[in-house]
């Protein structure tokens, strides 16, 4: 017999049962990415698999417990469970001025049902306030955690903005706890050994962008929040390039709630996005791929001609143009040829703060930039983007088209410009992947899938 004893954020495996434990054991792993090219691997050493099961402890994340239990039944293996959680007394809700809709009630209404999941929603679709009406409605000490530092301060923005009260927050040594209250977790990272009055303060865990939290320094810091039986992931993208999901799922739990792009483009909440994929022929060769990506994407004159081309043409129809990059040695020399601003990682806040607004008032029509706009930027006059950058991901690429679908009068679709680079196997691969991605969201691109196989 198993006993699974569920706590907030772990559960105790009580068996001696070596088969169980193998099972659990593999119920709680998942594939990892390029393990097939490690020695390990071709020595039928290692199977490629990575388990978040700890055998010493007997214990894994709450979250798994459906795959689990799942796991269990399909090999008729009897087991009970023991609820060991701790349930905080809820108190009196918490109002709010937001006029939800009716998309976002329902959002609300089944997180509260479940206690526990992952809400996927679109960029667009206005998570941060179906988060923060969560947060008012169960009324119990809520943090809500962000991946970034300008996040952190929009988030703490809206949250005063729709309560009228003072939100919290966690920043260096300043440590103002209430009943809503945001951090980052780069900063609780680095208070890891000191985190014992947080812990305790809350008992409920909202993680914005989610997608981010398969990361270790995530699953290391809300693995300690026992005291948090009411946990919530947010992401457009429920999905990594890791394949490491079962990591999301072993924080809060699994899908709880989806919001269609599709329910929300019917309702007028989202504009179509329309994909022009452009052809990059030549050919280019290096030891490693940043030579390759130097050569064919950042140092690429032809490429880079087609960038400056397609945002004047843009910029002539009456379009707001984001122009992302991936690399800063990319921005900086688009910017020096066109006289365009370009910010990254490294531009002090108000400046990043300065652009935003300049491009969502109209003062600024052309804007230049890294990662740093892939998340959490809400300009809805942005009608087009180009993709300088390359690469695969297909979380970046998914928050990328989404932040130019935000209706905006006048706006019928967006318009998103990428590059089909065909100057190495390695470039072109990376194109093929982000348009396997637009089709897969229902993305009108000018470049069929069938051109694959040509």
């Given at each position: 017999?198993?006993?699974?004893l569920?706590?907030?954020?772990?559960?105790?495996?009580d068996?001696?049962?070596?088969?169980?434990?193998?099972?659990i054991?593999?119920?709680c792993?998942?594939?990892?990415?390029g393990?097939?090219?490690?020695?390990p691997f071709?020595?039928k050493v290692?199977?490629?698999r990575k388990?978040?099961?700890?055998?010493?402890?007997?214990?894994?994340?709450?979250?798994?417990?459906y795959?689990?239990a799942?796991?269990?039944?399909?090999?008729?293996i009897?087991f009970?469970y023991?609820?060991?959680r701790?349930?905080?007394e809820i108190?009196?809700?918490l109002?709010?001025?937001?006029?939800?809709r009716?998309?976002?009630?329902?959002?609300?209404e089944d997180?509260?049902?479940?206690?526990?999941g992952t809400?996927?929603a679109p960029?667009?679709?206005?998570?941060?306030?179906?988060?923060i009406?969560?947060a008012?409605?169960?009324g119990?000490?809520?943090?809500i955690?962000?991946?970034?530092?300008d996040m952190?301060y929009?988030l703490?923005?809206?949250?005063e903005?729709?309560?009228?009260r003072?939100?919290?927050?966690?920043?260096g040594?300043?440590?103002?706890?209430?009943?809503?209250?945001?951090?980052?977790?780069q900063?609780?990272?680095?208070?890891?050994?000191?985190?014992?009055e947080?812990e305790?303060y809350?008992?409920?865990?909202?993680?914005?962008?989610?997608?981010?939290?398969?990361?270790?320094s995530?699953?290391?810091?809300?693995?300690r929040f026992?005291?948090?039986?009411y946990?919530y992931?947010f992401?457009a993208t429920?999905?990594?390039n890791?394949?490491?999901?079962?990591i999301?799922?072993a924080i809060?739990?699994r899908v709880?709630?989806?919001v269609?792009?599709?329910e929300?483009?019917?309702?007028?909440f989202?504009?179509?996005?329309?994909?022009?994929?452009l052809?990059?022929?030549g050919?280019?060769t290096?030891?490693?791929?940043?030579e390759?990506?130097?050569?064919?994407?950042v140092?690429?004159?032809?490429?880079?001609?087609k960038?400056i081309?397609?945002a004047?043409?843009?910029?002539l129809?009456?379009q707001r143009?984001?122009?992302?990059?991936?690399?800063?040695a990319?921005?900086?020399?688009?910017s020096?040829?066109t006289?365009?601003?370009?910010?990254?990682?490294?531009s002090?806040?108000?400046?990043r703060?300065d652009?935003?607004d300049?491009m969502?008032i109209g003062?600024?029509?052309?804007l230049?930039a890294?990662?740093?706009f892939?998340e959490g930027?809400?300009?809805?006059s942005?009608?087009?983007?180009?993709f300088?950058?390359a690469?695969?991901?297909?979380?970046?690429?998914?928050?990328r088209?989404?932040?130019?679908l935000?209706?905006?009068p006048?706006?019928k679709?967006?318009v998103?410009?990428?590059f089909?680079?065909?100057?190495s196997p390695?470039?072109?691969?990376?194109?093929?992947?982000?348009?396997?991605v637009?089709?897969?969201n229902?993305?009108?691109t000018?470049?069929?899938?069938?051109?694959?196989?040509?």
């Open positions: 017999m198993v006993t699974l569920i706590g907030n954020s772990s559960i105790k495996v068996t001696q049962d070596r088969l169980a434990l193998s099972i054991k593999q119920a792993s998942y594939e990892v990415v393990a097939k090219y490690t020695v071709q020595k290692w199977d490629g388990s978040i099961f700890d055998g010493r402890t007997k214990m894994f994340p709450s979250g798994l417990l795959q689990v799942a796991a269990l039944q399909y090999n008729k009897p009970t023991q609820d060991k701790y349930t905080p108190k009196p809700e109002t709010h001025k937001i006029e939800l009716d998309y976002q009630l329902k959002a609300v997180a509260v049902k479940v206690g526990r809400i996927h960029t667009g679709s206005g998570k941060t306030l179906i988060a009406a969560l008012c409605k169960i119990v000490n809520f943090l955690l962000t991946n970034r530092q952190l929009q703490k923005e809206e949250v903005k729709w309560t009228g003072p939100c919290g927050i966690i920043r040594k300043e440590r103002d706890l209430r009943q809503i209250t945001v951090a980052t977790i900063t609780l990272s680095a208070q890891v050994d000191s985190l014992d947080i305790r809350f008992e409920g865990l909202i993680v914005d962008e989610y997608h981010h939290s398969a990361s270790n995530y699953l290391k810091i809300l693995k026992t005291r948090a039986f946990r992931g992401t429920p999905f990594r890791d394949d490491a999901s079962k999301l799922a809060s739990g709880i709630h989806t269609s792009k599709e929300l483009e019917r309702l007028g989202l504009v179509p996005a329309h994909i022009k994929m052809n990059i022929e050919s280019v290096g030891s490693g791929y940043e390759i990506y130097s050569k064919g994407i140092n690429n004159a032809e490429r880079n001609s960038i081309e397609e004047n043409k843009l910029l129809e009456g143009v984001l122009i992302l990059v991936s690399r800063v990319h921005g900086e020399y688009l020096k040829v006289g365009w601003q370009f910010i990254q990682g490294n002090s806040k108000q400046i703060t652009a935003r300049s969502r003062d600024l029509n052309v230049i890294t990662g740093i892939d930027i809400d300009i809805p942005m009608s087009a983007v180009i300088g950058g690469g695969k991901s297909k979380v970046s690429v998914v928050q088209v989404g932040r130019s935000r209706p905006f006048g706006k679709h967006s998103i410009v990428d089909m680079d065909k100057q390695m470039l072109e691969a990376q194109s093929y992947e982000r348009l396997a637009y089709n897969r229902g993305w009108k000018d470049l069929e899938m069938s051109n694959f196989f040509c």
